[in-house]
């Protein structure tokens, strides 16, 4: 540990004027000094460029981006400081490893499109390289925290049950529907008014008597026709990205069936985001099934409990080594040039 302390005395750390600072990335003129110096660990660099792009990825507004950028600094520092204590510990990571972690992104995030994964560097500003040199601080920062994990079964049941009643507020369930639908979808240049016609007729059907499910799996174009249009699972709000059917379908009561309505389609784009195609379609839904809103029950919770616990703890124990590696450090604070 004298080595490692020894080393850390002669890193340089330039952590003041942040926000001064900042204020070059928003300044009226939209001129950005992205080479500009934010911090610096011993020979590796922070510029206030990096910054902003690794803000600009969360979509933070100027205000949120001015009041974080201190967090994503000191963020940034600490694990360059893991990864040179990583270094003096004679510990290295194989490039094979590396490789190995790299592939296992490729296609998890970008689903091995090469292209996707191109057009996400270009919108991060960085290299393959730098790609991977990031791969490789993360993984040596999570190593250098893991050491003090705490293991759940090192927590009592007394324990769970004080975190239980003091955060009850985490443990809310929302109100859950599950689904049934019918949808008619536009054949070539067929006119909305054409298919709200034929939806009326089929409202017309169920309201004498007809089965929802029956009429789901002989009429209409829904994914889930098979199914008798069955969404298969009970969701809450948050997990419904139609407003339209959103609005609709949680306004209703279990075994309730909905008026025809209009549902702008969605899409996904080939960054991953979600959005409106300029398409239109006709749904008719039925809530099959309703749960109220309510505090899950503490045996339902206890595993889930116990493992946040243990990640307080540990991120507890992991401020305070960071702290002591900050500490040991040599901090000399350069205010930005006016």
């Known amino acids: 540990m004298g080595k490692i302390n020894?080393?850390?005395?002669?890193?340089?750390?330039?952590?003041g004027g942040f926000i001064s600072g900042y204020q070059l990335l928003s300044a009226d003129d939209n001129l950005i000094e992205i080479n500009r110096i934010a911090a610096k660990v011993n020979n590796q660099i922070v510029t206030w460029g990096e910054i902003?792009?690794?803000?600009?990825?969360l979509?933070?507004?100027e205000s949120e981006m001015r009041e974080r950028a201190p967090d994503f600094i000191n963020g940034k520092v600490d694990r360059l400081l893991a990864s040179y204590a990583?270094?003096?510990?004679?510990?290295?990571?194989?490039d094979s490893f590396i490789e190995q972690e790299f592939n296992k992104r490729m296609i998890n995030e970008f689903n091995a499109d090469r292209r996707l994964f191109r057009d996400h560097l270009r919108s991060l500003g960085k290299t393959e390289k730098e790609y991977r040199d990031d791969i490789r601080e993360e993984i040596e920062y999570q190593h250098m925290l893991s050491s003090s994990r705490?293991?759940?079964?090192?927590?009592?049941?007394?324990?769970?049950?004080?975190?239980?009643k003091k955060n009850s507020y985490m443990f809310k369930k929302n109100a859950k529907i599950r689904i049934r639908e019918i949808v008619l979808k536009p054949i070539a240049d067929e006119p909305i008014t054409v298919l709200m016609q034929q939806a009326a007729k089929i409202s017309n059907q169920l309201k004498d008597g007809e089965k929802f499910q029956e009429l789901a799996k002989t009429v209409g174009q829904s994914t889930y026709r098979e199914n008798g249009g069955d969404w298969g699972v009970m969701i809450s709000e948050q997990e419904v990205r139609s407003e339209e059917i959103k609005k609709i379908a949680f306004s209703l009561k279990e075994g309730e069936i909905s008026e025809p309505f209009l549902v702008d389609l969605l899409e996904r784009k080939r960054d991953g985001s979600v959005a409106k195609s300029g398409k239109k379609a006709v749904y008719i839904v039925q809530v099959s099934e309703r749960e109220s809103p309510?505090?899950?029950s503490l045996e339902s919770l206890r595993s889930e409990i116990e493992e946040m616990i243990a990640r307080e703890l540990e991120a507890d124990s992991q401020r305070r080594w960071l702290s002591r590696v900050k500490n040991d450090a040599y901090v000399r604070l350069i205010l930005p040039e006016k």
């Open 86 to 94: 990583f270094d003096q510990k004679g510990m290295f990571i194989p």
């Open 52 to 57: 902003k792009r690794a803000m600009e990825q």
């Open 6 to 15: 020894s080393f850390f005395k002669h890193l340089v750390l330039i952590v």
């Open 294 to 296: 309510g505090i899950k």
């Open 150 to 164: 705490r293991l759940k079964e090192d927590i009592s049941p007394a324990k769970v049950e004080e975190f239980y």
């Open 59 to 61: 979509n933070f507004t």
